[in-house]
């Protein structure tokens, strides 16, 4: 099994901010990566896949990077509809999610 | 664009068996490269891929849920089905379903997720 660890699990930070959520993989999962935001009782919005590509409509704030077994999103300026949690998912060998990180404000 | 929307009892007993349907609207079950996949959170907790069904019928489970689920689907009613056997209090979760963009990738769009408890 493919195990993901997101850091921080928590993050506080404000309006304007540059942030970044680690996710690392137990094993190399090449760029099969994903990351998610998702807001209480919502299901999970996707962000970014390929570990890099934007999906369309999410704003360019937004962008992701990293292979193998390390990666990052990047919140370039925080906005105030960016306090979520986020969760990376790989799907090189089947589907694990990270165990999320939550973005609060400071 | 492709909507989806999870359907079924909200509470189940211990030992049952648990029972939801997705119904998938917006686009055809059956377009070549979608696949169609459960995912549940139990509350307060973090993301579970339970499995993933394609519209010939071919299955992926997640091998820790493998020996209590099926996945089906119906292609007539554009609808694919979860069934997690001798269910404990382990399994109150949200429940989701959501179209996986081809055999393992991201899952885009989800449905609205729908709560079971299971309790006496």
């Known amino acids: 099994d493919i195990q993901m660890t997101q850091s921080p699990s928590t993050l506080s930070a404000s309006i304007g901010d540059r942030v970044t959520i680690t996710c690392r993989a137990s094993?190399?999962?090449?760029?099969?990566l994903a990351w998610y935001q998702q807001k209480p009782g919502k299901a999970p919005k996707l962000l970014i896949y390929k570990a890099s590509t934007l999906e369309s409509g999410v704003p360019s704030r937004f962008s992701g990077s990293g292979s193998g077994t390390e990666f990052t999103l990047t919140i370039s300026s925080l906005q105030p509809d960016d306090f979520a949690t986020y969760y990376c998912?790989?799907?090189?060998?089947?589907?694990?999610f990270g165990q999320g990180t939550k973005l609060e404000i400071k | 664009q492709v909507q989806l929307q999870e359907s079924g009892p909200g509470l189940v007993k211990p030992s049952e068996t648990l029972s939801l349907t997705c119904t998938v609207s917006?686009?055809?079950?059956?377009?070549?490269?979608?696949?169609w996949g459960w995912i549940r959170q139990p509350p307060g907790k973090g993301l579970e891929w339970i499995g993933t069904?394609?519209?010939?019928?071919?299955?992926y489970y997640n091998p820790s849920l493998k020996s209590r689920v099926t996945i089906s689907v119906d292609t007539s009613n554009n609808q694919f089905s979860l069934r997690l056997s001798s269910v404990t209090a382990a399994d109150t979760a949200l429940y989701f379903c959501a179209r996986e963009r081809t055999r393992f990738a991201w899952f885009d769009p989800w449905g609205q997720g729908t709560l079971v408890t299971v309790s006496s």
């Open positions: 917006g686009g055809s079950i059956s377009r070549n490269s979608d696949y």
């Open positions: 998912q790989q799907y090189n060998s089947y589907h694990t």
């Open positions: 094993q190399s999962i090449s760029s099969w």
């Open positions: 069904i394609y519209y010939t019928g071919k299955t």
